[in-house]
């Protein structure tokens, strides 16, 4: 059995917000451990419902994204480089 997701959310917004987000309160240690975007311009965070007020906070803040969907979001070209052959 897998581990449950159903009430984790992800979100991104600027990386010029990531002083705003309490990191006691999200699923990360601190800013150094954040997934960012391949630019470096967006940053991705992981919560467990209900969002934390540090993110709630962000103004910058996509739409919330659940376990399925970050992961085709990340696998997309402004958040992995292509495989080097």
Known sequence: MGQDYSNRRYITFDVT???KVDFSQVD???AATLRKSVDELKAV???EL???SSVASL??????YTHEAII???GT???S????I
């Not at 103004?59 to 919330?64: I, M, N, R, V, Y």
Request: glycine share 4%.
């Open 17 to 19: 917000e990531v002083g």
């Open 28 to 30: 990360e240690t601190s």
């Open 45 to 47: 965070i992981k919560y």
């Open 50 to 52: 209900p969002a934390p």
């Open 59 to 64: 103004t910058t803040k996509s739409a919330e």
């Open 72 to 74: 085709v979001l990340m």
């Open 77 to 79: 070209s402004e958040w």
């Open 81 to 84: 480089l292509p495989p080097i």
